[in-house]
């Protein structure tokens, strides 16, 4: 069996699920990479001579998250011109190394350059894996798809949070980013297997006229507010915005915030894992009701779901209630994230689809890294953990009401843009 790409291009459905599989292997150590430093942070805090404060372990999951920002700038603009598969290679080197150097960091200076550093590899590697498996994925089946790719950064979550209760009481923090060195592993597999996005190759060999009107659209980032595209970006980079505010505030203090309100470690990281756990079923069952149609209000209802569940949190409620509770605020927060990131790439043809989806997960990246120096500010304050909550679930409000107007005109563009590949 086969399936035609956006672009018109006949892909085998056994190469596309290879894509997809391929690409979630590259996920997984992805979402292990962000989430661990999160798993840590009680133990950065606590590791001798280093003198780490929360305001600054605040500091370097922001900073990470500017180095993050910068890559999927650069990425996003780099793979509409060069292709997908060669950023996305370069991409998994650079992050795997710089893990390898944190792991052996002699004191917090060193660990927070790398933390840098490496934050440029996994923002250039997630917006250009995206673009390259929803345009691999069968047109019926892209929410699903990606979902299925997206799920390896959740098991990254989960697998990081495992790693972080049994290797930290006996090896301690540094194996845990020996472990996201092994991500290497991965490249000569890569370079061996993964091919190039077929809607890419399609538009690179378009007829001269509308080559040179793409390779104008994808040279500035002006294209994205011409040709009615302008409402859209703007209302995409809000709704980027309030949901990676609401992921990195949520993996980056989540441990520490469940300490400071009487739990121990151990129980601290067994949140950690229950809230991916959550946003794996929640973005499993948001999926199968996307690829209906439903994208629209699943994606605000799982706002929704993440403002009121993680508004309930604050009242502290009783341990069994709270871990239902933090599923459910995963479900809200890193499962509206994989179905944003589905809606966003949806407004643009394949010709700037990198461009978009990485403009729109830069910008969204100030919010990224707005949630960490929230944490940071909130617990090095003294005040009460519980603030955090409060704050996030104004967040996933405002981030419900932005999605609200994107979705009549995501139906519009994607109707015209399949007559265009009809035409072309």
């Not at 301690?172 to 472990?179: E, K, M, Q, V, Y």
């Not at 507010?225 to 990676?244: E, M, P, Y």
Request: glycine letters at 12%.
């Amino acid at each position: 069996m086969s399936h035609p790409s956006p672009a018109g291009v006949v892909v085998p459905t056994s190469r596309g699920g290879l894509v997809i599989g391929i690409c979630a292997a590259m996920i997984l150590f992805d979402g292990y990479d962000l989430i661990v430093f999160g798993n840590v942070i009680p133990s950065l805090i606590a590791e001798p001579g280093w003198q780490v404060t929360p305001a600054i372990a605040g500091r370097i999951a922001s900073l990470t998250l500017v180095g993050m920002l910068i890559g999927a700038l650069v990425a996003g603009t780099l793979s509409d011109r060069l292709g997908r598969r060669s950023v996305v290679i370069i991409s998994l080197a650079w992050f795997s190394l710089t893990m390898a150097a944190c792991a052996v960091a002699p004191d917090p200076r060193v660990f927070e350059i790398a933390r840098i550093i490496g934050g440029l590899g996994l923002g250039a590697l997630f917006p250009t894996v995206t673009a390259l498996v929803i345009e691999v994925a069968p047109e019926r089946r892209k929410a699903l798809a990606y979902s299925f790719t997206l799920f390896g950064y959740l098991a990254g979550g989960i697998v990081a949070g495992i790693l972080a209760l049994a290797l930290i009481p006996t090896l301690g923090w540094r194996s845990l980013f020996w472990a996201g060195a092994l991500p290497i592993l991965l490249v000569p597999v890569a370079m061996k297997f993964l091919p190039e996005s077929p809607a890419w190759l399609a538009a690179k060999s378009a007829p001269a006229s509308l080559k040179a009107s793409r390779k104008s659209a994808m040279s500035s980032i002006s294209a994205l507010f011409k040709d009615g595209f302008a409402r859209n970006t703007i209302l995409a980079w809000g709704v980027q915005f309030c949901s990676l505010l609401l992921v990195f505030g949520m993996v980056n203090w989540l441990p520490t915030i469940m300490i400071s309100m009487g739990y121990n470690l151990q129980s601290a990281l067994f949140f950690a894992v229950t809230l991916n756990v959550g946003a794996a079923v929640g973005s499993l069952i948001g999926a199968r009701l996307a690829d209906k149609g439903l994208t629209k209000k699943v994606t605000a209802v799982l706002f929704i779901v993440g403002c009121l569940s993680v508004a309930a949190l604050s009242f502290g409620p009783p341990t069994a209630v709270m871990f239902a509770l933090v599923a459910l605020a995963g479900a809200g927060t890193l499962g509206t994230q994989i179905l944003v990131n589905v809606f966003v790439s949806s407004i643009y043809p394949a010709h700037m689809r990198g461009t978009g989806l990485g403009w729109a997960l830069g910008i969204g990246r100030l919010g990224a890294i707005v949630g960490p120096l929230i944490g940071g500010a909130i617990l090095g304050a003294g005040m009460p953990a519980q603030w955090n909550f409060y704050i996030f679930a104004l967040v996933a409000a405002l981030g419900m009401l932005l999605v609200l107007p994107i979705a009549v005109q995501v139906r519009a563009n994607n109707a015209t843009n399949n007559v265009d590949a009809v035409r072309s």
